[in-house]
């Protein structure tokens, strides 16, 4: 009996060493391994800031919560200016993968079709879009630069308005009044409410970046931001749009509102010019975020 209770002791014993020898290999084992990798998390919102004229939503999507605030905005021409448009979705999809990485400083909004009557007019299709859903004639493109009440929203907002503008010596319709179309005053509700450190409004083709005002001069702050953006992009940069007489623009009421804005314009309307305007992008995140 003797026998088998000291048996019975060195089989618990054994049992108990090899127990606490597995649990010093997990231990050292698990000590060797690198932690799992934890993802940064940004601040996200998916917001419709108005409707257009047939009731198509205009969605700004917005990253991180930090004090700077830029705001980048594509296709107030809606389908004559398509690749404006594709390019801001395409930044949408960048943030996506680098909102982990934005600073802590800033918030960046994207508004990636600030006239969607005007793009299904020329593409039919509501949202994203390829660029082989766009016609090649020149004629249904150019009428897909107005909303589905044929105005320019680009001359609708409050910087010395019109109701008759022109548009290469053509005339155009700027609306019965500053803000008569519900596109610009979305803009002009968002803008008001946020109250963002600048504006990018990406158009085509003049090939450069235009600084914004109305009465009261160029702001200073307007100036680093066209030349921060201008120097990374290798467009050229300038003051003012000299080329036909603009009155009620987007800009220029940001500007009358002490919001800076630039108007960055891509050299064609077939494509995205994609690198360079990422890089641009990114030289505003790189300075706004300081």
């Known amino acids: 009996m003797k026998f088998f209770q000291e048996k019975k002791i060195i089989i618990l014993g054994a049992a108990a060493v090899l127990v606490l020898a597995g ?17 940064p998390t940004v601040a996200f919102k998916e917001e419709t800031i108005g409707t257009s004229v047939e ?4 969605e700004a999507y917005t990253y991180g919560s930090g004090a700077n605030h ?32 934005l600073p802590t400083r800033l918030t960046v909004t994207v508004i990636p079709s600030a006239n969607p009557d005007g793009v299904f007019n020329v593409v039919g299709k509501e949202g994203r879009f390829a660029a082989s859903d766009v016609p090649t004639s020149q004629s249904i493109q150019a009428a897909g630069r107005f909303n589905a009440n044929k105005v320019d929203l680009n001359r609708n ?7 008759k503008n022109t548009w290469r010596g053509v005339e ?22 946020e109250r963002p450190a600048g504006f990018i409004f990406w158009h085509s083709q003049a090939n450069a970046v235009y ?68 890089a641009g992008a990114k030289a505003l995140i790189d300075y706004y975020g300081k």
């Open 23 to 39: 649990i010093l290999i997990l231990v050292f084992w698990g000590a060797d391994e690198p932690a799992p990798a934890v993802k």
């Open 55 to 58: 009731g198509r939503k205009i």
């Open 70 to 101: 830029l705001v980048f905005v594509g296709g107030i021409h809606g389908g004559y200016e398509w690749n404006s448009v594709l390019l801001a979705y395409n930044f949408l999809d960048y943030l996506e993968k680098a909102s982990g990485t």
């Open 157 to 163: 907002f409050d910087c010395k308005w019109q109701a």
């Open 172 to 193: 155009v319709s700027a609306g019965t009044a500053a803000f008569s179309e519900p596109e610009a005053k979305a803009i002009r509700n968002f803008a008001l409410r």
């Open 211 to 278: 600084a914004s005002e109305c009465e009261d001069g160029i702001l200073p702050e307007t100036l680093t931001l066209m030349n921060t953006y201008a120097k990374a992009t290798g467009y050229p940069a300038v003051d003012t749009f000299d080329a036909y007489t603009v009155t009620g623009d987007a800009e220029g009421w940001l500007a009358s509102i002490g919001i800076p804005a630039i108007t960055v314009e891509l050299k064609t309307h077939e494509t995205i010019e994609w690198e360079k305007n990422l």
